[in-house]
């Protein structure tokens, strides 16, 4: 029987690059052979992560059936993140499908999250596909959304991807300590009078998510603001109430007063008379 020489390339390849491999690979640790460093973390993204002292948690909606350019995004997502929780434990985060978890576009909207529309062929039938793609960073009361598509116009969707991959971590580890850093006053949206889409006041919006935390509010029975809702609404220094086409309750109308006696405001857009 031939010795394989310990010296050859297929020596190596056998006794040192595979087995390497495999230690990598369940280790989880990933070696960083780029040019420009893409899988190394800057001295300034460890700093900022080291600096954290108080619970962080991110929600990155990026879990589903989506395309495979996607499912890179998400890899780099998840190894970014995996990284991210190596520096400082406090760091955490999970991956959530909104369409198995039923949360509505609305929702998602009023979130401050813009879909990604795109085609998908199935057995010769085109349909659409609707992605949100952001991650939504969480301390305590305050967060932000982010979205990990970058738009730029006149690129490819392949060059659009290749960016946002690149643009990750100063994107994620930015928008963690503006959370970490900040305390961002707190403007509620009510989901539940048949109220305007988001996408239709979504100029608002954007100018609204520059300045302050922005997120729905949503009766927890789903069917009218109570009591229970209450605690949740003083937390909110403004209250979007746009264009509501569902009257109000008489104990909604309690609920809100009692909400603007604390405090509160209200911003109503609705049409001129």
């Not at 087995?19 to 990933?30: A, C, E, W």
């Not at 988001?198 to 520059?210: C, D, H, T, Y």
Request: aromatic letters at 8%; proline letters at 5%.
């Amino acid at each position: 029987m031939k010795k394989i020489s310990f010296k050859s390339p297929f020596g190596i390849l056998l006794f040192v690059v595979l087995p390497l491999s495999i230690i990598l690979m369940f280790s989880g640790i990933r070696l960083d052979l780029t040019k420009e460093k893409r899988y190394t973390l800057s001295e300034s993204t460890i700093k900022v992560l080291e600096s954290i002292k108080k619970p962080v948690t991110v929600d990155v909606y990026l879990e589903g059936d989506f395309p495979a350019s996607f499912k890179q995004l998400q890899s780099e997502t998840r190894f970014m993140l995996e990284e991210f929780r190596k520096i400082n434990p406090k760091i955490d985060f999970k991956f959530i499908d909104p369409i198995k978890t039923k949360m509505s576009q609305d929702t998602l909207m009023a979130m401050g999250m813009q879909p990604s529309v795109l085609p998908d062929n199935k057995d010769g039938k085109i349909t659409q596909i609707y992605l949100f793609p952001y991650a939504v960073v969480k301390q305590g009361r305050s967060g932000a959304s982010i979205p990990l598509v970058v738009q730029q116009a006149n690129i490819n969707a392949d060059e659009q991807l290749r960016k946002s991959i690149e643009n990750l971590e100063y994107n994620l580890v930015s928008n963690i300590k503006a959370v970490a850093t900040n305390k961002r006053k707190k403007v509620g949206v009510l989901v539940n009078q048949d109220e305007l889409r988001p996408e239709e006041f979504q100029g608002f919006m954007n100018l609204a998510l520059e300045s302050y935390d922005a997120g729905p509010i949503i009766p927890k029975n789903n069917v009218e603001l109570t009591l229970a809702d209450l605690p949740l609404l003083k937390q909110m220094s403004a209250l979007v109430i746009a264009k509501p086409r569902k009257a109000f309750t008489d104990g909604e109308k309690v609920i809100l007063d009692q909400y603007i006696m604390n405090g509160g405001k209200t911003l109503w857009m609705i049409d001129a008379v």
